[in-house]
């Protein structure tokens, strides 16, 4: 203080000017905490950083908010110094008010400034994280449908609600597949709970929404809960259009339902102006209905309506009307109806081809069959498995097993292998006639060409061996089905169990038969019928009487064959009551 008056200063001012050094001094240093303050609040969160590096500008981030910091310093000091440089009072000294009056104006401003600055810095990462977020969002919903698609349907449910809960809820094209992924995993109650859902927080679902959950119940052939979910459009304001109609009408033709399928069509279309393609595919619908349940003269009615009209008639439509035509065996409207189809230009396919020969078949008419096929190759369409296997089976079933294996000789020629199935079908045929050569032989070829036996296969060669009276080797293949890791089935016993009686080997049948149950089969009629003559060869009416007993307390539906066992037995024996009695139960047996 007496420095400062030897140096010509007064008291007063010398106070003030060692005031407001002292709050430069404390201004320079709050400047420098809030700049610190805020530099690690906005530089250094984790969260900015975060997405700073996701927009790749980290260092750029940092550097910049220093640099508009030491900016805004700069200003506020030069700022500052001409306050203080401006404001003298009469003496052209400095005013002690006019010191506060900066300060206060300082202070105020640079409160201003770091507001302003805050928001910029917010915006930014907003920004950012906006950014960031649309990127997400269209990767985390590209997920869901995946996911969806695949089957993992509890996955992308979860990834929905984390969606959800941050706030972004997925479109209803996301949602639709969420609801088809359900339908088709058969939780159909979560879907419907997905469409209510849907309903009360968004997206509002559309009428893909509703046809995918209507179409899922009725697969599953619940076509009540699916007709609830088509009147609940109506509360969401969406129409249905007609896929909704077709997936309606399709399920309850398939239930029987025609009439109401009718009107259902009716109530849908009736201010519909959809193409004419919607239409053939619901007439379609209806004619293929009709034919099912017997009803021609209407089928043919929807079918009239459509040339009328002047409907573009595709082959699925001719598909439709000649297999009902096969179905209700009126094979000349079938072949006249495919020689319109011809003169009209529309190609038959391989479906086509397939309803012929098997109608032919069903009809006993090989050799048109055989016919139609070979004009189906002529004509550029490539037989599939189906139409060997129509023709074979049919060959097979009236007793022409050489034919049969003329077409079998022919898909191998044209690199066909056919499937274990039709094997079966020729090895059966050729043991039903005794010849087991080549039915060993087919089997054989079978193994060569990388076709694994069956159950069956062994059943069907089990059953030549019977018939030709070879026991032991029947015997023999069952225990060849095990090295193959087959097991006898019911039919493999009783074939054995038969041939046992038959030979008069009560015993061995019963072991065979105790075997049965040991593997968890229960014995059916014919198991029993076999012991039942087995014991009526032997002379064991006592044990056969208690055979025909269990089955009947067993409550299995008994045919007429054991009561005619049983019956001539005791005819043989001259117990004329006895077969009489029995008789009388054969002929209340339904009562």
């Known amino acids: 203080m007496a420095l400062l008056i030897g ?18 001094r404390a201004l320079d240093s709050i400047k420098h905490d809030i700049s610190q303050i805020f530099a690690n609040l906005f530089c250094f969160n984790t969260n900015f950083h975060s997405n700073a590096r996701n927009c790749g500008n980290e260092d750029e981030v940092h550097s910049s908010f220093e640099d508009l910091v030491a900016t805004i310093g700069e200003r506020y000091e030069l700022r500052a110094r001409d306050w203080f440089s401006k404001k003298k009072d009469v003496d052209d000294k400095g005013d002690p008010y006019a010191v506060f009056n900066v300060l206060d104006t300082m202070l105020k401003d640079s409160l201003e400034r770091l507001k302003l600055m805050r ?58 597949y969420l609801v088809n992924g359900l339908c088709k995993t058969g939780d159909l109650e979560k879907a419907d709970w997905l469409i209510r859902e849907m309903v009360q927080i968004g997206p509002s679902p559309n009428c893909t929404t509703y046809n995918t959950c209507i179409k899922g119940y009725c697969l599953m052939n619940n076509v009540d809960r699916a007709l609830y979910i088509f009147s609940t459009m109506a509360n969401s304001d969406i129409r249905p259009n007609r896929v909704t ?34 239409d053939l595919i619901t007439s379609t619908i209806l004619m293929d209905g009709y034919f099912k349940s017997g009803d021609i003269v209407q089928a043919l009615s929807i ?18 009307l000649i297999h009902g035509f096969c179905l209700n065996q009126h094979m000349n409207l079938a072949y006249r109806y495919f020689c319109e189809m011809l003169k009209r230009g529309v190609l038959p396919d391989v479906f086509t081809y397939n309803t012929l020969i098997s109608g032919l078949c069903k009809d006993n008419k090989f050799e048109e069959a055989c016919y139609i096929h070979d004009v189906m190759s002529r004509m550029g369409v490539t037989p599939d498995p189906i139409s060997y296997k129509i023709i074979i089976q049919g060959l097979c079933v009236y007793g022409n097993v050489v034919s049969a294996h003329e077409f079998l000789l022919f898909m191998l020629e044209h690199s066909k292998v056919p499937e274990p199935h039709i094997w079966n079908l020729i090895i059966d045929c050729y043991g039903r006639y005794g010849d087991l050569g080549n039915a060993f032989s087919i089997r054989d ?44 089935d019911v039919v493999t016993y009783n074939l054995l169990i038969g041939a046992a009686c038959n030979a008069g080997h009560i015993r061995l049948a019963f072991q065979l038969n105790e075997e049965m149950l040991r593997r968890g089969y229960d014995p059916d009629i014919i198991t029993y019928t076999e012991l039942i003559r087995g014991h009526c060869m032997r002379g064991n009416m006592k044990e056969a009487l208690e055979l025909f007993s269990k089955i009947q307390r067993a409550g299995l539906p008994i045919d007429h064959v054991p009561f005619q066992i049983l019956i001539k037995k005791y005819c043989k024996l001259r117990k004329p009551d006895m077969a009489f009695d029995l008789y009388q139960k054969w002929l209340t047996r339904d009562e």
């Open 7 to 24: 140096c010509g200063e007064s008291s007063s001012s010398a106070s003030h000017i060692v005031l407001l050094r002292y709050l430069n």
């Open 119 to 176: 928001e910029s810095i917010t915006l930014a990462e907003i920004g950012v994280q906006g950014c960031t977020l649309v990127v997400n969002y269209a990767e985390q919903a590209h997920i869901i449908r995946d996911l969806s698609l695949e089957g993992k349907v509890g996955a992308a449910l979860w990834l929905r609600r984390k969606m959800i809960h941050k706030g972004v809820v997925p479109d209803v094209f996301t949602h639709n």
């Open 245 to 278: 109609c077709n997936i309606l009408v399709h399920a309850l033709c398939k239930k029987g339902l025609l009439e109401e399928a009718g009107k259902l069509v009716g109530e849908i279309l009736e201010e519909d102006n959809d193409s004419s393609t919607s």
């Open 303 to 320: 079918w009239d309506e459509m040339v009328q009209k002047d409907t573009r008639i595709d082959v699925v439509a001719y598909n439709v």
């Open 445 to 488: 070829k079978m193994l060569s060409l990388g076709v694994q036996p069956n159950v069956f296969t062994y059943n069907a060669l089990i059953h030549a061996q019977v018939k030709g009276g070879y026991i032991a080797d029947a015997y023999s293949l069952k225990k060849e089905m095990l090295l193959y890791g087959l097991y006898p």
